[in-house]
């Protein structure tokens, strides 16, 4: 069998992957991109490549042996941003989980690595690929070696074989390094022969042959100006050549032997997949790992085809079970319960069917311990049953006891707390197109296995909360909201479909405007939506400079429209374009798949036990995030209305939340003056920074000071700020150290909390929500570097997301207790949507704000903003 050998740049590969996609953060607040795009080019290498071999390099640190021959080398690199940083453990982490070799060596660079590992393979009769961004790996292509070299992003490749550079360049493998010498490089500060470009070089070498020949022909070289450069740089060029030379005998403590690979450890990669949030990864990889296929003890069980009262007793687990989350559409599939009388599976239609069950399940004296009361009380709720008594959730403590670690299976729960009783549902069911609901002795035993393991997690977990001190949180926080967005579940938002109709015509209207006008424009038709169409005619037929090449042609990516923006009109038209398209796709028929037939409802689900700190999300549909920056997804909105006629939507929103939570736990005079003065706190942050008075705040500084305080709130970095107000890093960072020292308390906060942290292993919000930190006393500086951040601003973010779920309860309670009809809709990060009869707006006017601002008392008052309309649209 032939012998293959991979090896991969690790940090050029990791930087690309980073730049090359959107700056992404999973539900957790872990910075994922580069980690995702990393990932996206290993599975591809392997299924590509099937090394036999392989081996991911890295460089050891700043400092190599070059810099003894030019202490400038890399000289004027800028410091790696911490969000890339704080990713490269998991990138090692990664590599660990699919049984990846990864190598690196103090006082020398993954190139020389990458150098002397395939020249031993060469040797060894390997075939062998390099994989990397940077172009100086080229050098060692050859026969049996062959670089690829990532040029946009890390999916579209060069192949550098020598047959290719000969084709590209004129010259061999070997001449790269030449090339090198006589034009420097300015990515590794390599000074080169000022003036002698790439095409001189070629020219050059193509005439000597060797960087050597040319110097000791100097007198032949035709040009005095360029005879001069070369004879005053003569030592720099022979400097230069040695520097770009990658060392193929670096003292490698590794054997090609030992990087024989023998597959990914399945186990310990769907458990990182699971927790970065790579959710489209997972089902490529269509795996049932060895914990979901433990071997299990023998259960005994009754299958009910009589529900009888004796059944029941004062404490039960009871497990509903729903496939898919689909429980907005009752697709319950079985019951069961286990108590002191036995454990009994409950086959769903003689449940269902019985007034017995439902006397029980609504009797509030009856206790029982679920998974999941929101989704157990909402299906029932379709079949017409309350669930009542749901007294302890197993998923919920397990998340508020770890937010971090909390799986989002019975199972994986169950295995994480010493459990081994049950298998994982894809051993059960089976995945993708193979899910399928088994016989019912199979789904039964099942069934059973979970309402059993519930018992038996509730003593266990229940003593854990009140060890923590977050009993009280479980108890008087997550388990009632569990039932009010139980409530706000099942009622659903209703649609104007027709609205929404209209504004699908009216967006395919203007997209066929917009498509002629660029017609016009072109003198010809073509696919807008085609990149490769596209660049023939902005940088071909119109001329406009490109900004960059990819393997298929040229780049009409958001960046480089913006960046041609003054050049054409055609370019706002396509930038418009493209904003509707999208609009139209993802949100309008989006929407338009998932409403209610029937009733013209969305029913999204709202995620309690899911984000470290503490937020909810929505999904299916996300109704957080339709998008109202553009006038035209704002105006999607206008298709949400109340459900009943003469209703209309009403919304309140807390003010500035979470710069109130951090100057209550910060203690920061200003910014409690600020907010007890009910001044405008973005005002006033560029006052302080800028040093001006409140009359010469203009808008721009306005801007830039609220992007530093919300900045602040969610750990910023300079380079995280230069991006969001196109500012170079050192401005962003001098900016950030202002802000500083104006808010002193702020400061003492952030260190404080680092500290605390550091000694405890988690920091918490105010109701004692945790968020474990285990990597704050990582000796790996990124690693370290994330955690300080996200000890810093957990606090408030948790804190923030506390008051409001306080304050949905709260809100929830006055309704009942005013007696009135308005509902709660809809929680939008500090908002919530409401829809109410015209008759109770006045009320709500009152109560509204008065039971929001009461939900928790900080140093400074908490300020609600409300409005109302016919439309969701209407009331901001």
Same mark, same amino acid.
């Given at each position: ?273 699971? #927790?970065? %949030?790579?959710?489209? /990864?997972?089902? &490529?990889?269509? $795996?049932?790992? +060895? ?5 299990? @003890? =023998? ?40 108590? #002191?009388? %036995?454990?009994?599976? /409950?086959?769903? &239609?003689?449940? $269902?069917?019985? +007034? ?5 399940? @609504? =009797? ?40 971090? #670690? ?471």
């Amino acid at each position: 069998m032939s012998k293959k050998l991979v090896l991969i740049d690790g940090n050029s590969i990791a930087y690309r992957a980073f730049f090359a996609l959107p700056l992404l953060n999973n539900e957790k607040g872990i910075h994922t991109n580069a980690v995702y795009g990393f990932t996206m080019m290993l599975m591809k290498i392997l299924e590509d490549e099937k090394p036999t071999h392989i081996l991911v390099a890295f460089d050891a640190g700043k400092t190599t042996f070059r810099h003894k021959t030019f202490s400038e080398y890399k000289g004027g690199r800028q410091k790696t941003p911490p969000e890339l940083s704080e990713q490269f453990p998991f990138i090692r982490e990664l590599l660990t989980a699919y049984g990846i070799s990864q190598y690196e060596l103090e006082n020398y660079e993954a190139d020389d690595i990458i150098g002397t590992l395939s020249l031993q393979a060469e040797k060894e009769g390997f075939e062998t690929k390099v994989i990397s961004g940077d172009k100086d790996l080229t050098q060692l292509s050859s026969e049996k070696t062959t670089v690829n070299i990532t040029r946009k992003g890390i999916t579209d490749i060069e192949e550098y074989t020598p047959e290719h550079i000969k084709e590209k360049y004129g010259l061999t493998a070997e001449q790269i390094i030449d090339m090198k010498g006589l034009m420097g490089d300015a990515s590794d500060n390599i000074p080169g022969v000022p003036g002698v470009g790439e095409k001189t070089a070629i020219k050059l070498l193509k005439e000597y042959g060797t960087l050597e020949n040319l110097l000791d022909s100097i007198d032949q070289v035709s040009g005095n100006k360029l005879k001069e450069k070369l004879e005053e740089f003569k030592d720099q060029a022979v400097m230069s050549k040695e520097l770009a030379t990658i060392t193929r005998e670096a003292p490698v403590g590794v054997e090609l032997s030992e990087l024989e690979y023998e597959g990914a450890e399945n186990e310990k990669l769907v458990k990182m997949f699971k #927790e970065l %949030g790579f959710n489209s /990864l997972l089902d &490529k990889l269509g $795996l049932v790992t +060895e914990a979901e296929n433990v071997e299990l @003890e =023998d259960i005994e069980f009754k299958q009910l085809d009589q529900i009888e009262k004796g059944i029941f007793a004062k404490d039960n687990g009871f497990y509903v079970e729903v496939l898919e989350d689909n429980y907005h559409y009752a697709d319950i599939i079985g019951f069961a319960v286990v108590n #002191e009388n %036995g454990s009994f599976y /409950l086959p769903v &239609k003689i449940a $269902l069917a019985s +007034e017995e069950f439902k006397k029980w399940a @609504e =009797d509030e004296t009856s206790k029982k311990t679920v998974y999941d009361a929101k989704r157990s009380e909402v299906s029932l709720r379709h079949h017409g049953i309350h669930l009542k008594g749901a007294d302890f959730d197993v998923s919920l403590a397990s998340y508020i006891i770890n937010p971090s #670690e909390s799986p989002d299976d019975l199972s994986a729960i169950a295995r994480q707390h010493g459990f081994s009783s049950v298998q994982a549902d894809a051993a059960v069911y089976g995945k993708g197109a193979k899910r399928k609901i088994p016989e019912d002795n199979i789904l039964g035993e099942h069934l059973v296995r979970k309402a059993d393991v519930l018992l038996s997690l509730k003593e266990k977990l229940e003593q854990e909360l009140w060890d923590n001190d977050q009993h009280d949180l479980f108890r008087s926080l997550e388990m009632p909201l569990s039932l009010v967005l139980a409530d706000m579940e099942y009622q659903g938002v209703k649609l104007d479909m027709n609205r929404l109709d209209n504004m699908g015509e009216e967006i395919k209207g203007r997209l066929a405007d917009i498509e002629t006008r660029i017609f016009e424009m072109t003198g010809e038709q073509f696919n807008i939506n085609s990149p490769k169409q596209l660049g023939v005619i902005l940088f071909e037929k119109l001329g406009l400079p490109a900004v960059k090449k990819t393997k298929t042609g040229y780049s009409t990516s958001a960046d480089v429209l913006e960046k041609l923006a003054s050049k054409h009109k055609i370019i706002e038209e396509i930038l418009n374009y493209r904003q509707l398209g999208k609009l139209q796709s993802t949100y309008i028929e989006g929407l338009q798949k998932v409403v209610n037939k029937e009733t013209e409802k969305v029913h999204t689900r709202f995620n309690q036990a899911l984000t470290a700190t503490g937020r909810l999300s929505s999904t299916d549909p996300n109704l957080q995030n339709i998008p109202i920056r553009l006038e035209e997804g704002r105006k999607i909105r206008q298709a949400f209305v109340p459900s009943e006629t003469g209703w209309v939507i009403f919304a309140a929103d807390y003010s500035q939340i979470e710069l109130r939570v951090l100057a209550h736990i910060a203690g920061d005079e200003k910014l409690i003056d600020a907010f007890q003065n009910d001044m405008d706190i973005h005002t006033k942050t560029a006052m302080e920074v800028f040093n001006v008075g409140k009359d010469e705040v203009t808008s721009n500084m306005r801007r830039h000071a609220k992007a530093v305080n919300f900045g602040i709130v969610y750990g910023i970095s300079d380079y995280g700020l230069s991006q969001s107000l196109n500012i170079t890093r050192k401005e962003a960072g001098e900016f950030i150290d202002r802000y500083l020292e104006s808010y002193p308390g702020v400061k003492e906060y952030m260190d404080e909390i680092v500290k605390d942290a550091k000694a405890k292993g988690y920091v918490q919000t105010l109701l004692h929500r945790r968020r474990y930190i285990p990597e704050i006393t990582a000796r790996n500086f990124n690693l370290r570097s994330f955690a300080e951040r996200t000890a810093m601003n957990t606090p408030i973010q948790g804190s923030a997301a506390d008051i409001i779920k306080k304050a949905m309860i709260d809100m929830a309670e006055r309704l009942r207790e005013e007696g009135i009809k308005t509902r709660l809709l809809l929680q939008v990060h500090d908002e919530l949507i409401f829809e109410a009869p015209e008759d109770e707006i006045e009320l709500l006017k009152k109560i509204v704000p008065e039971v929001m601002e009461n939900a928790i008392e900080l140093k400074v008052p908490l300020k609600v903003d409300f409005s109302y309309g016919p439309t969701w649209y209407d009331a901001k």
